[in-house]
């Protein structure tokens, strides 16, 4: 028997740095959504715990012993051996989450194949501030160092295009480039969905200042991502990838295809907000 989770992308719709703690880790707030994109995860049960990465990003990531997928799977008992396979289709160290995302559909997927309950928040978060986010795919807020999460609350209808310059980017460069680490907070969530994408044009990603400053093509792809009239476009996380909000699929299609037209060593995805 083999069970397959799929592992959606992480959009950082919004990203505020607000404070870092004595340990060094940085406290954040972040409005959350995901989108398909493609990337899954197939476990069986083995005689050993291998992990095989395959499809268009395979090469990108090379199997070593410090994977997410693999330290996912350590946290079930040792007698839980399980070949694993990976299907890559989104760019490694990218800003939406791609490893955290499978580490999230592994643990999901032990769970079922083995008939366990899921690793606590402590173990999940052990693993990266992400993951607690990605266990889920529904709009949320993220808070502190990733493990306080919330519903975020009704968003309306929105469609994105993903694009990100063919650059991973180290997470840690790019805070170490954060003029401030003690900024404004988000402002409180409107009730309704009327009010969603005007909030959200208020609020910031605290990293993309420093990030374009670490990666200058991230603003082309900003540009780029302008230049087909979005609703808003910033980018995710700690980039490189960067997302453009449209009212229908068919802008969003449009903007991904009038890119990847124009820069064929991009990666682009387009789709609907996960909700």
Known sequence: MAIRRSAAAKINLCLH????????LHDLQSAVAFLECGEWVELRKSERTELNILGPKAAELPVQDDNLILKAAALFPSNCQTEISL???MPVASGIGGGSADAAATLHA???LWDLPLPDVAARVSLGADVPVCMGRAPVLMQGIGAQISPLGALPPLFACLVNPGRGLSTAR??????SKFNPPLDPP????????????RQRNDLQRPAVAAEPRI??????????????????GSGATCFA?????AAA????????ARQRSWWVASGALLT
């Open 17 to 24: 740095v607000v404070g870092q703690r004595a340990d060094g």
């Open 190 to 201: 409107p009730p309704v969905a009327a009010g969603f994408c005007a909030w959200l044009k």
């Open 174 to 179: 790019v805070f170490e480039q954060l003029g």
């Open 253 to 260: 299609q449009d903007c991904a295809a009038a890119i990847q």
């Open 219 to 236: 603003a082309d792809v900003l540009e780029a991502l302008d230049a087909q009239a979005p609703l808003l476009a910033r980018m995710s």
């Open 87 to 89: 299907h890559k289709t």
């Open 245 to 249: 909000l449209f009212e229908t699929l």
């Open 110 to 112: 032990m769970a079922a």
